[in-house]
């Protein structure tokens, strides 16, 4: 790993194990309720470093995971947690060089993740409706790789019109309605492809899996949520967490087949 540079995403680690995360820009200061610490500090060093504020606190200079990005970054969409976008690149079954289309972008998390998996000889085509969230994907998707990666590829607009032209390997989806999408998702996907959303509430799910059912090539169609539970260990004292990340979503994913007439 090189040493921190300017433009780089930084996570910062106080005493008490409280995480702050910056983008490093010369001649800058990170104010902190213990003092500050100029960026210029940081930049040039190695990741890990223990950094000293203006009050003698000691803050550890790492480079955020993608969890860390994905829950500290200012943005303006909800953003997939963690927690789901691990599972729905497991489930969705996400692989280096597969062609994945995604809507919509929101703030770029998801699309982080997905970019990751496909690698440098996939991609992700990711359709946004809202300029502004569409902005916002790109700024924070920037912000992480310090570039837009070649495999992603930003649209602004609807799904349902430029999936018409793709042929992917994965439909990916966070919308609100992603029934609409369903049907189009159906023709398009590669035989073997799968179908995958995320949705917060019930009535979406029924409304998609009866989509899902009408279009009748797809099969293995499951819907699962997960639950994340930190565990609190101090020397003997081992216990679960009081508080813990809940449901936040559902998952569906679908295998698409040969349509039954044409086998």
């Not at 495999?151 to 793709?166: D, K």
């Not at 997960?226 to 679908?254: D, L």
Request: proline share 6%; hydrophobic share 45%; aromatic share 6%.
């Amino acid at each position: 790993m090189t040493d921190f540079a300017a433009g780089d995403a930084c996570l910062l680690f106080d005493k008490k194990g409280r995480r702050y995360l910056i983008e490093l820009i010369p001649g800058a200061q990170f104010h902190h309720h213990h003092g500050l610490l100029p960026h210029d500090e940081i930049i040039g060093a190695e990741e890990g470093t223990t950094h000293e504020s203006s009050r003698g606190r000691p803050l550890v200079a790492v480079r955020p995971r993608l969890a860390d990005f994905a829950l500290k970054m200012p943005r303006g969409a909800a953003v997939v947690y963690p927690k789901d976008s691990g599972a729905i690149l497991v489930w969705a079954d996400i692989n280096p060089g597969n062609v994945v289309v995604e809507a919509g972008s929101g703030s770029g998390a998801l699309t982080m993740a997905l970019a990751r998996a496909v690698g440098a000889n996939g991609k992700v085509i990711s359709f946004e409706v809202r300029e502004d969230h569409a902005e916002l994907a790109e700024k924070r998707i920037r912000g992480f790789f310090n570039e837009l990666p070649n495999q992603i590829e930003l649209r602004v607009g609807a799904i349902e019109e430029g999936l018409r032209e793709l042929r992917p390997d994965r439909v990916v989806l966070d919308l609100p309605e992603p029934w609409h999408t369903v049907p189009i998702a159906a023709e398009r996907l590669a035989p073997g492809g799968i179908f995958c959303c995320y949705l917060p509430t019930v009535p979406q799910v029924q409304e998609v899996r009866a989509a899902i059912d009408a279009a009748d090539v797809f099969f293995d169609v499951m819907t699962f949520e997960m639950m994340m539970r930190e565990w609190a260990v101090e020397g003997r004292s081992v216990r679960p967490s009081h508080r813990m990340i809940g449901h936040t979503g559902f998952i569906t994913v679908a295998r698409k087949r040969e349509p039954a007439g044409d086998r």
